[in-house]
């Protein structure tokens, strides 16, 4: 805390450095900005940790040392340390993968969200009154980052969990959020590497291709995916709004393209994403609750 001089009241207030051993001292939020608070083999070991992701499920630990440019003697240590505690598998190829202790802490972190707990049970309600699938994604990059998903077990993409990301261009909710964001900021993100190989037949294959789609989604206020992130998978796609109207989420119910047709989709199941975006929007309003 802050202390005055004995010279005078109005003197210029002195900052009191906190000793290391003092029991506030790790309270301090300006604690962990000081080089003397900082644990390089931590700081190390959650370098390692964030390499790990969609592109990159598992690594072997040379190009670890690679990557990060550690020694490879260094990188070996981290990994057998995290290994030990859980948080990296060791497979048979001899590669390392995330293990269950992450899995858990990442789940953990999303879930945790104030965001994420006032929009479950409207989304579980969405869920039990249409029975199909229904999910809450984010923009992250250039993929979409799921941060609610509540699973119909007849849903071609079955392996889609809470944290998982898929290409913002194949998706509703990621043609919907891309839809809002401005044209300098459409471009850095998107380039020829978010168009994946592995899309459904009615994928776009272009940033050209997939701007023609965006203005009239958000003019509309709604986006639908047609068999562009798999062979018969549909979904249709909302915004969640923040206080100031800025799209923060969308939120989509996914179905299979045998059993709904694009028409029945806008007519039976677009009015009824489009009340549930309202709800949690005007919730959000009323919370001011922010959103990663």
């Not at 029945?264 to 922010?290: F, H, M, Q, W, Y």
């Amino acid at each position: 805390m802050p202390r005055r001089t004995a010279s005078s009241s109005s003197a210029a207030l002195e900052p009191v450095e906190p000793s290391p051993n003092s029991p506030n001292a790790l309270e301090r939020p300006e604690a962990a900005e000081r080089p003397g608070y900082r644990v390089e083999a931590l700081a190390k070991g959650l370098r390692i940790l964030s390499l790990f992701d969609e592109q990159h499920p598992s690594w072997r630990v040379s190009d670890l040392a690679t990557v990060t440019g550690l020694p490879m003697p260094t990188v070996y240590r981290v990994v057998m340390t995290l290994a030990s505690e859980g948080y990296l598998d060791h497979l048979p190829t001899g590669d390392y993968r995330p293990g269950v202790r992450t899995l858990r802490l990442g789940t953990a972190a999303l879930r945790s969200l104030d965001f994420v707990s006032i929009a479950t049970p409207i989304l579980r309600d969405l869920g039990q009154r249409t029975g199909e699938t229904v999910n809450l994604a984010v923009l992250n990059g250039d993929r979409v980052l799921y941060l609610i998903r509540l699973r119909n077990s007849d849903l071609v993409t079955a392996n889609i969990q809470v944290g998982s990301t898929l290409p913002a261009v194949h998706t509703s909710i990621g043609k919907l959020l891309l839809a809002h964001l401005a044209e300098a900021d459409l471009e850095a993100r998107i380039t020829d590497a978010s168009f994946a190989a592995n899309s459904g037949p009615n994928a776009k294959v272009s940033l050209a291709e997939l701007r023609t789609e965006l203005g009239p989604i958000r003019d509309q206020g709604w986006a639908m995916q047609d068999e562009e992130l798999a062979y018969g998978l549909r979904s249709v796609a909302g915004p969640v709004t923040g206080p100031d109207g800025r799209v923060l989420a969308g939120v989509n119910l996914a179905v299979q393209a045998r059993d709904w047709s694009t028409q029945r989709i806008i007519r039976e199941l677009k009015p009824a994403v489009l009340a549930t975006c309202a709800e949690i929007s005007g919730l959000l309003s009323d919370t001011n609750v922010s959103v990663l």
